[in-house]
């Protein structure tokens, strides 16, 4: 089995003990090999995510992986929220967090811009449309989008 196939049949596995308690799986992440490999499951939920719910996603993949065992060799099995900061990586993300602020690298400029920060002003037809600081805003295309995090004001 390659890593992508171990990754979505553990991705299937948290998806079906997140579903019926409310919870969307964010990421699944695979890193290391051999002894020192690292199971992160990023979960998330509206009004936001418990230990509780940590704890759930842990026992429910844990024991699925290990009647499974789709993981060669051992691995430490971290859950955990994505946290004030979080990436935005699906479109739903974008949308959800309309009116909050995020910092930006696109993977090609934009108006000349690639690196910025700024407010969600929109989120629509693919396209995304931010507020930067001093009123001017920036419009480019989702698939556009390198990498963001949401930007918390401390």
């Known amino acids: 089995?390659?890593?992508?196939?171990?990754?979505?049949?553990?991705?299937?596995?948290?998806?079906s003990a997140a579903a019926p308690a409310g919870l969307e799986?964010?990421?699944?992440?695979?890193?290391?090999?051999?002894?020192?490999?690292?199971?992160?499951?990023?979960?998330?939920k509206p009004e936001g995510v418990s230990h509780g719910d940590c704890e759930l996603i842990s026992r429910a993949v844990g024991d699925s992986l290990d009647s499974e065992d789709p993981i060669e060799g051992s691995y430490q099995l971290e859950v955990t929220s994505p946290g004030v900061e979080r990436k935005l990586t699906r479109w739903r993300e974008w949308e959800r967090f309309q009116g909050k602020k995020a910092k930006v690298?696109?993977?090609e400029p934009v108006d000349e811009l690639k690196?910025?920060?700024?407010?969600?002003?929109?989120?629509?037809?693919?396209?995304?449309?931010?507020?930067?600081?001093?009123?001017?805003?920036?419009?480019?295309?989702?698939?556009?989008?390198?990498?963001?995090?949401?930007?918390?004001?401390?």
């Open 105 to 107: 690298v696109l993977k």
């Open 25 to 44: 799986i964010v990421e699944v992440e695979l890193k290391g090999s051999g002894r020192n490999q690292l199971l992160r499951i990023v979960i998330d």
């Open 115 to 154: 690196h910025f920060d700024g407010l969600i002003v929109q989120a629509a037809d693919d396209r995304i449309v931010m507020e930067l600081d001093g009123g001017r805003q920036i419009t480019f295309p989702f698939e556009q989008v390198d990498r963001a995090n949401l930007k918390f004001e401390w």
């Open 1 to 15: 089995m390659t890593r992508k196939e171990t990754i979505a049949k553990i991705e299937q596995a948290a998806e």
